[in-house]
């Protein structure tokens, strides 16, 4: 696949992605918006710029590897997968549906495309942190990315795979932490603070960064130079606006999981996808596939 | 030395550093209790590359395995019982046993055999709650020769498996041709008046109640069930049709475990009596192994006037 670069283009894929993580939730009766909407760049920049994959061959040995530790965000994952060619996009019109390949927290039995199980927050860390010690056993080199949520930074088990990594230098894991500053039920600072939360990572033994979680040249500059880190797992910290780009539910608590009881309400929500300056929401035909 | 002369700590140790030699891909995990499951130093010494001792860190350690085993590794990771199985117990369901990431987890010191730490260490809910999770087998040696068999399977079975292993020394019950199979119970008795049923230290303590009942008279099966799960529903009612009477012992509350299991197939197969003996329903506490068995009820002895008791009533 050719890497995307212009930012026409990235835009209007995020805008699809948007869209669709909109549409396919409203679809399913409700879901985590939030935190679905607030990683669209970090994932199309992971999807369409920076991971090494063969979508006809999703568990090729020497891929990079993508573990949505946040495993509730899967429906933007799951878009990722379907643009990428892991299975058609009609596939996303099944979200939560009886029977599904495509449940609300990311399964990597019945998904092709998913690298790790997750959704039982705090697990997803340790699991990546397995996946990279054993890169190394085989002596691979290709890399391990991570996405954490900032509510799930809380659990404990986040700081013992942060322990684990650093002790054991896995410079092939990068993770990134969803800072979006909510949580259910309430924002992260009224719950329990992750701050300083540059400095723990830093203090933990990782190389830290900080970056603006949907500006393009940011996320890609600074995935590459975590890339780069030698002798040290890396974390970059992108600062995020939760349900980014849904003018319904952007920035507000109550997005972290939403239910959409009727038609009214659904198209309500799907006209919250629109972007500043443009008078019409944006439509994805699923029909045409655009 | 026999193998039977040696603590199956070390038997395990053995046994993992002559699989780690024969397959790169075979790895050790350690939760800061390495010593106490015999891996430390000597896995450490020979795999420096394949042996990670992830601290006090249990959850972490579950997570790393699963990682591991997704990248087609085989991990073997070892922690007392209570930190194997309950502490854990999220990560175990997700990680590995829902993601079917083939990790094999060992919890050393089951039940009793934890001895003088005392209540916080004596897990009796392990077969239990292993038990209980989809994907997740759960197997229980007697002896040494059984231990070893059963390492060497799970090494080359695609399954989560979860082991408990006692440290000390045992006597020898099987012998060196012994081949562990999951799915087969062993009759170590024959007799038409009571079925014994036991696993791991229990199949121990059952040799001298079968001896005993015997010499007084009272024809016992004995079944040992080296794997709770999957469970051998065959043997059990083959025996339970000429007995009509079974007395089940664990190293366990009586609650989900190996007597669980008994109950829940012959109600659903061949409705018998059932006794239960092992812990009823309460913690443990500090003592030696001969003292605790006894106070809970799962000795020898309880097991000759269970047995007994059957008979008489049957």
């Known amino acids: ?290 | 030395m026999k193998l039977h002369e040696k603590e199956l700590r070390v038997v395990y140790t053995d046994t993992l550093i002559e699989l780690m030699t024969e397959n790169s891909k075979v790895v050790c995990l350690e939760a800061d209790l390495g010593k106490s499951s015999g891996t430390v130093p000597r896995v450490w010494d020979a795999f420096p590359d394949r042996f990670f001792d992830v601290g006090v860190a249990e959850a972490n350690m579950i997570g790393i395995s699963a990682g591991l085993a997704n990248e087609g590794l085989v991990p073997f990771c070892a922690t007392f019982t209570p930190f194997a199985t309950r502490r854990a117990y999220d990560q175990i369901t997700i990680s590995i046993a829902y993601a079917e990431n083939p990790v094999k987890i060992v919890g050393t010191a089951p039940g009793v055999t934890t001895a003088k730490n005392g209540a916080t260490h004596m897990c009796f809910q392990d077969l239990a709650i292993m038990r209980a999770m989809p994907n997740m087998r759960v197997y229980c040696p007697a002896d040494v020769y059984e231990l070893r068999s059963m390492v060497k399977y799970m090494a080359a079975s695609k399954k989560p498996e979860y082991m408990q292993l006692i440290r000390e020394v045992h006597a020898p019950i099987f012998d060196e041709d012994y081949q562990f199979d999951p799915n087969k119970a062993r009759v170590l008795a024959e007799g038409s008046d009571v079925t014994l049923v036991t696993t791991g230290l229990t199949t121990q303590f059952a040799r001298e109640a079968v001896k005993s009942l015997h010499q007084d008279g009272i024809q016992v099966e004995h079944i040992h069930y080296p794997s709770v799960k999957p469970f051998d529903v065959d043997t059990l009612l083959a025996s339970v049709k000429k007995t009509h009477a079974v007395v089940t012992a664990e190293n366990q509350n009586v609650i989900g475990g190996l007597g669980g299991a008994v109950c829940e197939v012959l109600a659903e197969n061949y409705p018998a009596k059932v006794k239960r003996l092992g812990a009823q329903d309460r913690f443990g506490e500090v003592g030696d192994v001969p003292y605790l068995s006894a106070t809970l009820g799962f000795s020898a002895k309880d097991m000759v006037a269970a047995c007994r008791e059957m008979k008489a009533t049957g």
């Open chain 1, 1 to 290: 696949m050719e890497q995307i670069e212009s930012k026409d283009q990235l835009d209007q894929l995020a805008k699809e992605f948007r869209y669709i993580v909109t549409d396919i939730m409203c679809r399913a009766g409700g879901g985590h918006i939030g935190g679905s909407l607030s990683l669209v760049e970090i994932i199309i920049t992971l999807y369409f710029r920076i991971l090494n994959i063969k979508p006809d061959e999703p568990r090729w040995e020497d891929r990079d590897r993508f573990i949505l530790s946040k495993g509730h965000a899967g429906p933007t994952l799951y878009t990722a997968l379907a643009y990428r060619g892991y299975f058609p996009k009609e596939v996303l019109l099944t979200l939560n549906a009886n029977g599904t390949k495509l449940p609300s927290h990311v399964d990597q039995v019945i998904t092709p495309g998913v690298d790790q199980t997750a959704g039982s927050l705090g697990q997803g860390l340790s699991c990546a942190t397995g996946i990279a010690l054993a890169s190394k056993l085989h002596k691979r080199t290709n890399n391990v990315f991570c996405v954490v949520g900032d509510g799930e930074s809380q659990e404990g088990q986040i700081w013992e795979a942060a322990m684990f990594a650093a002790h054991h230098k896995l410079d092939n894991l990068v993770v990134i932490t969803d800072y979006n500053k909510m949580q259910i039920d309430a924002e992260v600072e009224k719950i329990v603070s992750l701050e300083p939360v540059v400095d723990k990572w830093r203090s933990f033994g990782w190389e830290v960064f900080e970056i603006d979680g949907h500006d393009w040249d940011d996320i890609y500059d600074t995935i590459n130079k975590a890339m780069a880190v030698k002798d040290k797992p890396a974390m970059i910290v992108a600062h995020t606006v939760k349900a980014k780009g849904n003018v319904c539910y952007e920035n507000r608590i109550e997005c972290h999981f939403i239910s959409i009881p009727d038609e009214d309400e659904r198209q309500r929500v799907i006209g919250g996808v629109c972007v500043e300056g443009e008078e019409e929401p944006f439509e994805f035909n699923w029909t045409e596939g655009k």
